[in-house]
């Protein structure tokens, strides 16, 4: 069961507006990176360190890659900013 609650619908705006993988703006339907999303905003707390730290685990584990959490530090503090 996933539950979508403020935070997850903070994390979703900032994820897509981001599209790392450029899949929104290829085409990809609007629920691209729900999945992702839930488990960036199940997994992290509030501070901008640890939303980085989660966004790059979820990102390494859903598309392989393999990037440092420091380049998703600008999306955390994005995120971190309205929660």
Same mark, same amino acid.
């Not at 992702?36 to 997994?43: C, D, F, W």
């Not at 393999?66 to 900013?81: D, G, L, T, V």
């Given at each position: /069961?996933? +539950? ?11 994820? *897509? ?12 339907? *609007? *629920? &691209? ?25 979820? /990102? ?18 994005? +995120?971190?900013? &309205?929660?």
């Amino acid at each position: /069961m996933i +539950i979508l609650n403020d935070k997850f619908t903070i994390v979703k705006k900032y994820i *897509d507006k981001h599209d790392y993988y450029s899949l929104l703006k290829h085409g990809a339907p *609007d *629920d &691209e990176y729900l999945l992702e999303a839930v488990k960036i905003s199940n997994s992290s707390d509030c501070s901008a360190e640890q939303i980085a730290l989660a966004v790059a685990a979820v /990102m390494q584990k859903y598309f392989g890659s393999n990037i440092s959490p420091e380049h998703y530090y600008e999306i955390a503090k994005e +995120i971190k900013s &309205e929660l």
